[in-house]
C-alpha cells in the first residue's frame, strides 16, 4: 500500500490545505461539497448531490461480491478567527475556521476513494462514501438519514451492511489508532430552560418575582444532579453555555432564557436526568412563584463500538501501524453525530492520533493545529479497513 499512498501524497496535502484555506460552516459547504462531487464524478463513483442539504453520497461497485460499506467523512467547519502566526497556510474567511480535522477527513476520503476506484475490478461489494455537512451542529447525519439515505430508493439503494469512520484526534500521538468497545463518545442534548417572572423596577424587588435569581437557583441546583444523584462511575456533564435576561440595570426583567448541554454515555442515566431536569425546574418555579419551562433542543446519540466489530477493526488498523500503536482508550464526553449513522447499521468509529511534536492544541481553539503526517495514517488505515469489512 506505500506506493499507492506515496504517488498521492503531494494530491493529500493540497487538498486538507486547500479545504483548511476555505472553511465553510454548517450547512454552507458550498465550495467544499462541490469539489467532492466533481472529484468523485472524475473517480468513476456514482454521485448523489444535496443529500441533507450540503451532503454528498458516492457509491463505487466493485467487481466482485462483497458486503456494502459506508465510510463518513464531515466536511465543517467552525467559527472562529483563526490564530494566523503559526503556518503559511491559514483559514482566507474571517470568522471561520477548520479547527478539529474535517478537512482532513474529506482530504483523506478522497484518497482512499481515488485508491480503491483504481482496484475497483478486484474489490468486492460496493463502498459508498457519506461526506456529510453539519456535523458540528449535531443536525447533518439525521439531516442525511432524514433525506432519504438509508431508504430502498435513496442513493444507496437501501442500509449498507456498515457504517464506519474516523476523526483526527490532537490529543493522541501521531501513528496511532484509537478505539474501543462500547461506549466511545457521549451522548450530547442541547437543551433550553426560560424562566419567567415578574417584572419591575429593581429597587422595590418585592413587587417582583425576579428570573435572573430564580435562573440562578437553577443553575445551582441543577449540579446537585451530577455530584448527589448518580454513580460517580457512571459519567455526566451538565453545563450550562447562556444565561440571557434584562435589557437595563435598574429594570428586573420578566424572562430569563438559560441553554446548556447534557453529555451522558449511558441511555439509562440520561432518560433519568432529562426527568429530573424537568421537574427540578418545575417544582423550583413553585417555590420562587415563577413559571420554568423545560425543552430538549437537539440529541445526538452516544457513539458505541460493538465489540465483534470493535476487535475486527483493531486487527484491520493493527495490519497497517503495528499492534503496539493501536490504542484503547477511556470514553469521552465529547459527541458526534456519525452514532445517528450507527443506530440502525452496525458501526465502528475511531481516532486516528494527529498530535504535533509541539504539543498537543485543543480542539475547538483559535490554535488548533494537526500534525499532517496523521493523514498518511488515516489514508492507510482507511483503506485497508474498508476492503476487510468489504468482505467480512
Known amino acids: 500500500m506505500d506506493w499507492e499512498f506515496t ?9 486538507r490545505r486547500d479545504f483548511h484555506a476555505h472553511p465553510e460552516l454548517s450547512f454552507q459547504e458550498d465550495r467544499t461539497a462541490r469539489i467532492v462531487s466533481d ?52 483559514s482566507e474567511t474571517d ?18 476513494a481515488d485508491i480503491l476506484a483504481e482496484r475497483k ?45 474516523l476523526h483526527l484526534g490532537a490529543f493522541s500521538p501521531t501513528g496511532t489508532v484509537t478505539l474501543k468497545p462500547g461506549p466511545l463518545m457521549a451522548a450530547a442534548d442541547a437543551f433550553k430552560f426560560v424562566v419567567r417572572g415578574v417584572g419591575g423596577h429593581a429597587s422595590m424587588p418585592q413587587l417582583s418575582v425576579d428570573p435572573i435569581m430564580v435562573g440562578s437557583q437553577l443553575v445551582v441546583a ?53 426527568e429530573r431536569m424537568e421537574a427540578m425546574g418545575r417544582d423550583l418555579g413553585k417555590l420562587f412563584r415563577a413559571e420554568i419551562s423545560f425543552k430538549l433542543m437537539e440529541h445526538a446519540p452516544a457513539v458505541i463500538n460493538p465489540d465483534d466489530l470493535t476487535s475486527f477493526a483493531q486487527k484491520s488498523a493493527a495490519s497497517v501501524i503495528g499492534s503496539e500503536a493501536v490504542l484503547d482508550r477511556p470514553a469521552i464526553m465529547g459527541s458526534e453525530d456519525m452514532s445517528e449513522f450507527m443506530v440502525d447499521v452496525p458501526g465502528c468509529f475511531m481516532f486516528v492520533g494527529a498530535q504535533r511534536s509541539d504539543g498537543p492544541t485543543p480542539h475547538h481553539s483559535p490554535l488548533f493545529a494537526i500534525d499532517e503526517k496523521s493523514l498518511e495514517i488515516g489514508v492507510k488505515v482507511t483503506t485497508r479497513t474498508l476492503i476487510d469489512f468489504l468482505q467480512k
Not at 479547527?99 to 483523506?108: E, F, Y
Not at 433525506?147 to 457504517?163: Q, S
Not at 424572562?255 to 433519568?272: H, Q, V
Open 222 to 274: 441543577l449540579q446537585t444532579l451530577i455530584s448527589r444523584e448518580i454513580d460517580t462511575m457512571n459519567p455526566a456533564v451538565l453545563s450550562f453555555g447562556t444565561f440571557q435576561a434584562g435589557t437595563k440595570s435598574n429594570i428586573i426583567p420578566v424572562e430569563a432564557i438559560l441553554t446548556g448541554s447534557l453529555r451522558t454515555l449511558d441511555p439509562k442515566l440520561r432518560s433519568y436526568l432529562i
Open 95 to 112: 470568522g471561520v475556521m477548520h479547527a478539529c480535522g474535517h478537512d482532513g477527513h474529506t482530504a483523506i476520503a478522497l484518497t482512499v
Open 7 to 15: 504517488k498521492r501524497q503531494d494530491e493529500l496535502i493540497r487538498l
Open 39 to 90: 472529484l468523485m464524478e472524475k473517480k468513476g463513483f456514482k454521485v448523489t448531490r444535496k443529500v441533507g442539504q450540503t451532503g454528498v453520497v458516492a457509491v463505487l461497485e466493485g467487481g466482485q461480491p462483497g458486503n456494502t460499506v459506508m465510510w463518513r467523512a464531515d466536511m465543517d467547519a467552525l467559527p472562529l478567527q483563526e490564530d494566523h502566526s503559526k503556518f503559511e497556510f491559514h
Open 121 to 165: 475490478n478486484d474489490l468486492p461489494g460496493r463502498v459508498v462514501f457519506a461526506f456529510q455537512p453539519a456535523e458540528e451542529i449535531g443536525s447533518g447525519a439525521k439531516a442525511m438519514l432524514n433525506d432519504g439515505l438509508y431508504a430502498p430508493n435513496g442513493p444507496i439503494g437501501g442500509k449498507p451492511d456498515y457504517a464506519l469512520g
